[in-house]
């Protein structure tokens, strides 16, 4: 029982494993190592049990082909206070998140570790490039966007992220979407066309303070890279960019790794 444990004395680091925890909805350990530039396995491992023992993580496992189950770690009860302080969230919203990831699918748990990966790849990207900086992720629920289609009907984008970074004054904005190969052909060609005329609305300034945009795939193949790409271009060949999971990193996910629609060759992501 916790009442029964030692005291622990929460420290900076704790409290920020939490915040990540917090803003990652969850994070494993290999990934808070990388976060926190925390190499020694034994030591995290140990301050990550005492953290679960003492109710400010809660944990569970995925599933894996071979070896042990994955352990992730996400916010816990006794945490709530101190993240949603460093986060300015209302404690009752990490709450609600932290009930939902209690009732976790496996489907949503590949596929928010699939963007996290994405999202620590720019972040450690960002930090080796002291005149670049992100000013701002948003998750899915925070760009979520709605306007008229050309055929004057409603119409919903539901992006996974979005991404803004500065680098030498000149501001790049990005929609995030990760493929784990689970979307069809047809959904796929009606979400090129309504990112397509979502960037001829102008909607995107009023939504989100910026005018162009380019939408970055990231996907698990690249067989179904190429497919994706060939795909898109029957609707456009603007604004897409693709690459798969095994080219990202973070000296590299800005390079050039990524196909554009309708264009051969790689390219970088500051390029244009």
């Known amino acids: 029982m916790i009442g029964k444990l030692k005291h622990i004395a929460i420290q900076p680091r704790d409290e920020t494993i939490m915040m990540l925890v917090a803003e990652f909805r969850f994070l494993s350990r290999e990934q808070l190592q990388v976060l926190l530039d925390f190499p020694c396995v034994t030591r ?7 953290l679960f023992d003492h109710g400010y993580l809660s944990r569970f496992s995925l599933p894996t082909i071979a070896g042990k189950p994955k352990a992730l770690y996400f916010l816990g009860p006794q945490g709530i206070n101190l993240a949603s302080a460093q986060l300015s969230l209302a404690p009752s919203d ?8 209690q009732e976790r699918k496996y489907l949503f748990v590949s596929h928010q570790l699939f963007l996290n990966e994405v999202r620590i790849a720019f972040i450690l990207a960002i930090s080796n490039q002291p005149i670049m900086a992100i000013d701002r992720w948003l998750k899915e629920w ?21 991404l803004c970074l500065t680098y030498q004054g000149k ?11 689970t979307m069809t052909k047809g959904r796929l060609q009606a979400k090129a066309k309504a990112y397509l005329e979502y960037a001829r609305s102008g909607r995107s300034s009023q939504d989100f303070g910026f005018h162009y945009f380019r939408v970055l795939i990231i996907t698990k193949t690249e067989a179904r890279l190429d497919h994706l790409k060939t795909t898109i271009e029957k609707t456009t060949d603007h604004l897409f960019y693709l690459t798969s999971q095994n080219n990202i990193a973070s000296d ?3 390079d050039r790794i990524w196909q554009r629609a309708g264009r051969q060759g790689l390219f970088s992501l500051l390029e244009g």
């Open 44 to 50: 995290i491992n140990i301050r990550l049990k005492k």
């Open 252 to 254: 590299s996910i800005l």
């Open 142 to 162: 925070d760009c979520v966007a709605q306007f008229l289609s050309s055929e004057r009907k409603q119409t919903t984008l539901r992006p996974d992220a979005c």
């Open 171 to 181: 501001r790049y904005s990005f929609f995030v979407e990760v493929d784990r190969s």
């Open 94 to 101: 990490l709450a609600k998140e932290r009930k939902h990831l």
